[in-house]
């Protein structure tokens, strides 16, 4: 990210940036807007592919597994990095909440679903490792569910995960 004059603007350009700045500007972002600003310029893709920034994106979604890996003394692998943990992770995360929802959608009949199979569902949830209110929101709580995944999804957040629910008034 060398400097270059810029003939529309003698501040410079975004690309102008050092590269530790940008760096620490996409560490502050969320995933999809990391993805999206790393499709702006060359210089950004540098930023946003940086270990740095895919280590904190991974640590805030999977806190549990990233402290046992770290307990453990393992890491991103330097051939692997954190880009390529965070979306192997990510996948094994979308498969088993996957099943969740195939059961909750096999096991549904006229827009009902039995107690047994609801609560069965919210077992399936509380056993995996480490599903957050992230994966929650991503893989549950979505307008392209039904209304019973949803309904999962929010009493998972409050009963497991603890999230207040609150009232504006």
Same mark, same amino acid.
């Given at each position: 990210?060398?400097?270059s004059p ?42 946003? *592919?940086?270990? #740095? =920034?895919?280590?904190?994106? &991974? ?6 597994? /990233?402290?046992?890996?770290?307990? %453990? ?5 330097r051939a ?49 490792? *480490?599903?957050? #209110? =992230?994966?929650?929101?991503? &893989? ?6 039904? /209304?019973?995944?949803?309904?999962? %999804? ?16």
């Amino acid at each position: 990210m060398g400097l270059s004059p810029s003939p529309s603007s003698p501040e410079g350009r975004w690309d102008d940036l050092p590269d530790d700045i940008a760096i620490a500007i996409a560490s502050r972002l969320q995933e999809a807007d990391v993805c999206a600003l790393g499709g702006c310029s060359r210089s950004w893709r540098r930023a946003c *592919d940086a270990n #740095f =920034v895919w280590e904190g994106l &991974f640590r805030r979604r999977w806190p549990v597994t /990233a402290a046992a890996m770290a307990a %453990g003394g393992a890491g991103a692998s330097r051939a692997q990095g954190w880009k390529a943990l965070y979306i192997n992770n990510h996948g094994r995360t979308s498969v088993a909440i996957s099943r969740v929802v195939e059961f909750v959608e096999s096991s549904t009949h006229n827009g009902s679903l039995e107690a047994e199979c609801y609560l069965k569902a919210m077992s399936d949830l509380a056993l995996m490792k *480490d599903i957050g #209110f =992230v994966n929650v929101q991503f &893989f549950l709580l979505s307008r392209n569910r039904s /209304a019973i995944i949803n309904l999962i %999804g929010l009493h998972y957040s409050i009963a497991y995960l603890h999230i207040l629910v609150s009232y504006d008034s």
